[in-house]
């Protein structure tokens, strides 16, 4: 796990160092064991490849980066980790290859030397990583299939650049990185982030999931971003019982492969059944280890978890460390959460996270293992009951869409009113009725406290957005929306914070749910397998579970995860927020009279939305962060 940064760059090549060494510098908590760079003369310019490490996998120096082939063809900076580097290294020596170091680091350069871009599909893993080829020219960057870990790039003139942080990424840009107005208005009206390949900085754009960009540093033409990954949904015939049975074993097998580390390991406990499989599934494939947990604990909180944590610290005989938050200290750590995520997000559970990454480095642990994905996987959170219905009606089930209708209300804080309201919007997506239905709702995509005119004629788009109906997805609606949610829109802001806090603290955070086998083979079951017909989210999942976490986990009807009682937090907050907001930004696109209006009229309690008021104050802070105090 590390930073990468580097890029094409043409010019003196002193200033150039100057910034590289400003780029691994905005990195440093990314890689503090070890750090390097290299540039390398090729054409009218110079590639540069930089490097700072967080060893995990062996420590030795012979993991240093930039690493090269024996030949000297291929140059490659890499933060990540290849789990099933092993196997592909055992088989690269039984096809004639010879290794001199026992990282993953030269497996994946080798895979890459004899496979070319054809090993993607080989690796299991986190990963974003350049590749210089000096035969063609080119530079190649590629990200994971899920986006685990970041990658930004830019260009600039004739230059490019890339890095894991945008920081990074600003450091080796000539001129001042400039606000994004329409990733801005989509954070601040709609809480919309991490959903494109825009960030809040013009001109800087992530790497989608699953894709690659290739550079000719010949010619300076950068390729459009191609896709090399994105999961099937086509269903599969397989017997509940043996997809019960296979998802069993390959949940076990992604533990295995996600505990191999060369440095400490443990684990965060919510007390939910994602995070309480994870730490489950780690004692029962390695009965002997010892078990470190890191739980979040909503003291006095009807939110609180702790309960079920202690449970699953009991049964597993893991040694707890409980994370008691107060108010204050969110206030007091408040700036630099922000600056460690980079860009504005979307609430206070964010901060729990954060507390419990620095517990964990507090504790001696570099490595963690998450239960983050499992939601998008086997249809958790409400259990998507909007594209279900739609699958089944255009299957032609209408009875069975009444059935599951109600049997998905009988769960605790559901109803039929609101299936079928997410039904409709489901049918209302990509027509003219979708706006009208989110304005009727009570939302609103042109608050008062904002100037329509000034993003009209910037050319920002004032709307809402909706998920696209994929075609072909008729019947299989629910695949089609775990598999956006996946890739696309959800599930990759929640990996920004979580890489981004864990960063913070120089601790590797890995995600045993996420691997493109486990994923590919969940999106091809029939979806009754996944949120069962009387509306049991992550069904296959909870019987795949029995017999390895307790029963009394499995079988509960509510989620809470790390939740924080964010409206009580903010009420706190409000008297540092009115005096950060009194700030005026100086932003043609924000009325600041009327925000503080809006912020006066939430703080007395005429307005309840504390995401909006979050959102103020989380844009207000970072703002003055990434603009006002650039040189």
């Known amino acids: 796990m590390c930073g990468i940064a580097g890029g094409w760059f043409r010019g003196d090549l002193s200033r150039i160092a100057t910034r590289m060494e400003g780029a691994l510098r905005a990195m440093r908590l990314r890689g503090p064991d070890d750090q390097g760079h290299e540039f390398i003369a090729h054409g009218s310019g110079s590639v540069v490849l930089g490097h700072t490490r967080l060893s995990v996998i062996d420590l030795s120096q012979g993991g240093h980066q930039p690493m090269h082939t024996p030949g000297g063809r291929f140059s490659l900076v890499f933060n990540g980790e290849i789990y099933n580097y092993l196997e ?74 890339f890095a894991s942080e945008i920081s990074a990424v600003a450091a080796l840009k000539q001129e001042r990185a400039e606000l994004d107005w329409q990733r801005s208005y989509d954070y601040l009206v709609h809480g919309a982030y991490d959903n494109s390949d825009r960030t809040f900085f013009s001109g800087i754009t992530h790497l989608l999931p699953g894709h690659a960009v290739t550079l000719d540093v010949q010619t300076g033409v950068l390729s459009e971003p191609r896709k090399w990954w994105s999961p099937t949904i086509v269903e599969t015939a397989i017997s509940y019982k043996d997809a019960t049975e296979q998802l069993r074993e390959m949940f076990l097998a992604n533990i295995r492969l996600h505990l191999r580390s060369d440095v400490a390991l443990g684990a965060a406990l919510s007390g939910g059944l994602d995070s309480s499989a994870v730490v489950c599934a780690i004692r029962h494939v390695e009965p002997g280890i010892p078990i470190k947990t890191f739980s979040y604990i909503a003291k006095g909180s009807p939110l609180s978890e702790e309960v079920w944590v202690d449970q699953i610290n009991a049964v597993t005989r893991a040694e707890a460390q409980k994370v008691v938050v107060h108010p204050h200290e969110m206030v007091a750590d408040l700036d630099d959460m922000i600056r460690a995520q980079g860009e504005p997000f979307g609430g206070t559970s964010i901060y729990a996270q954060y507390r419990v990454f620095k517990a964990a480095r507090e504790a001696g642990v570099t490595v963690t293992l998450d239960g983050q994905g499992a939601d998008e996987l086997l249809a958790g959170y409400n259990g998507y009951p909007g594209p279900r219905l739609l699958s089944l009606i255009e299957g032609g089930q209408w009875g069975q869409a009444i059935s599951f209708l109600n049997g998905w209300a009988a769960w605790p804080g559901r109803s039929r009113m609101a299936g079928l309201k997410r039904l409709v919007g ?100 029939p979806e009754e397998y996944l949120i069962s017909d009387r509306g049991e989210t992550k069904h296959i999942f909870r019987a795949a579970m029995r017999g390895i976490v307790p029963d009394a986990v499995l079988d509960r009807k509510d989620k809470i995860g790390f939740a924080t009682p964010e409206a009580d937090w903010l009420s706190l ?59």
């Open 88 to 161: 592909l290294k055992a088989e690269l020596k039984r096809l004639g290859v010879a290794f001199r170091t026992n990282s993953d680091t030269e497996v994946l350069l080798a895979a890459w030397e004899f496979w070319g871009e054809a090993c993607l599909k080989r690796l299991t893993g986190m990963f974003a990583f350049v590749v210089f080829d000096r035969e063609l020219g080119t530079l190649t960057c590629v990200r994971d299939g899920f986006g685990i870990k970041p990658l930004f790039i830019t260009r600039e003139g004739a230059d490019f650049a």
């Open 426 to 525: 489901e049918l209302a997506s990509d027509t003219p009725a979708y706006d009208l239905l989110r304005r009727w709702g009570g939302e609103d995509d042109h608050p008062h406290w904002v100037d329509a005119g000034a993003l009209q004629d910037r050319g920002v788009r004032m709307g809402f957005t909706s998920r696209h109906k994929a075609a072909g997805d008729a019947n299989r609606r629910l695949a089609a929306a775990l598999r956006d949610a996946l890739t696309s829109n959800g599930l990759t802001a929640l990996l920004r914070h979580a890489d981004r806090n864990s960063m913070r603290f120089s601790v590797e955070s890995r995600v045993p749910f996420l691997t493109s086998g486990l994923a590919e083979f969940l999106l091809s079951l």
């Open 573 to 631: 907050m409000l008297p540092m927020a009115r005096k950060w907001l009194q700030e005026d930004l100086q932003l043609p696109f924000l009325k600041h009279e009327s925000l503080l209006g809006a912020f006066e009229s939430a703080a007395s309690g005429r307005s309840k939305n504390p995401s909006q008021v979050w959102r103020w104050i989380n844009f207000y802070r970072w703002y003055a962060q990434a603009f006002n105090n650039q040189p």
